[in-house]
């Protein structure tokens, strides 16, 4: 009784020569997305515009607490700055540190998740024990107490503090699915044909990582604006620059609540819930092509929107 053997390297061509399904790399549009991307937009554009047609928002008036009005349109605070020229500085301050934290948590997250178990051995070993420890680390306690020791703080420092406490998470994330993609037969045809670890790495598995890099990002994002904005509310901010938490840090300040100054505290907390959800909205779609058992629920609840209540019915029979 013989046994058919086959040459390694003609089965590595042949799996490669097999039809394979790309990797969808958008999400389909839904209202949803659509919504999340028509918010992100309009305030990316006030933030990145705005600035540009307001006054220095530092410019001291002698109307303090005026109400909104054709001339400060937001009103003004205690001291008379004008709150629509804040608003307008604060949402580019915002949106700066939310990019430096998505862009820092990408590059750390990917190195040590997607780089450490495509190379295995004792470099995803290592890479995993400095992704643990800082999982495990507090990550709200250490930067309160980072923040507290610097006195001068920038926008540029309060990012990488935030990112240096958000990336392990989506590294953890990363290095589960880029082993899930390491073991796939394509993979394992290119290094059996010769294919440089550069190469398998860039065309063979991040593309297949594009939609939950997108996702992390996304988080991370979040993460950076709302952390940046708990900071600056508890006095440990950025100094000498406006973000959304540092005009809500002087609105308390200033008791503008107690006096029932809303135009000073409602217009950048409005912004920040609208935004954040706005990016969630986003994330949501994104992982329905990471999830397929969520986008196959997501299809079957759109399907039954058309379906007439008789047509409902006798689906639901169906499945009974």
């Known amino acids: 009784m013989s046994i058919a053997t086959q040459d390694p390297e003609l089965a590595a061509a042949e799996a490669a020569a097999l039809p394979r399904k790309k990797a969808r790399i958008l999400p389909p549009m839904t209202p949803k997305l659509a919504v999340g991307l028509v918010i992100a937009g309009l305030i990316t554009i006030f933030g990145l515009v705005g600035p540009w047609f307001v006054g220095d928002p530092s410019t001291v008036n002698d109307v303090g607490l005026a109400p909104p009005s054709s001339e400060f349109w937001l009103g003004t605070t205690q001291t008379g700055q004008d709150v629509f020229a804040q608003l307008a500085y604060a949402t580019r301050g915002s949106l700066i540190i939310g990019v430096i934290v998505g862009a820092l948590t990408l590059v750390m997250s990917a190195f040590f998740g997607v780089v450490g178990a495509f190379a295995g051995g004792w470099t995803d070993e290592a890479f995993s024990l400095v992704t643990n420890v800082m999982l495990v680390i507090p990550g709200l306690p250490l930067v309160i107490v980072i923040s507290s020791y610097v006195s001068e703080k920038s926008v540029l420092l309060v990012a990488v503090v935030l990112a240096l406490t ?137 399907k039954g929107w058309r379906m007439t209540r008789q047509q409902l019915r006798k689906a639901e029979e169906e499945v009974v």
């Open 166 to 302: 958000s990336w392990a998470g989506s590294a953890r994330v990363l290095r589960g699915f880029t082993l899930s993609v390491r073991n796939r037969d394509y993979v394992l045809a290119a290094r059996v044909s010769g294919e440089p670890s550069w190469r398998i790495l860039a065309v063979e598995i991040l593309p297949n990582l594009i939609p939950l890099l997108a996702s992390q990002v996304v988080f991370a994002v979040i993460f950076g604006i709302l952390g940046e904005a708990g900071l600056s509310f508890l006095g440990l901010g950025a100094t000498g620059s406006f973000t959304w938490g540092t005009m809500l840090y002087y609105a308390q300040n200033g008791l503008a609540l107690r006096l029932g100054a809303w135009w000073w505290f409602v217009p950048p907390g409005l912004l920040l819930a609208v935004f954040g959800a706005a990016l969630s909205l986003i994330n949501f779609s994104i992982d329905t092509i990471i999830n397929p058992k969520l986008r196959d629920s997501t299809r079957e609840v759109r």
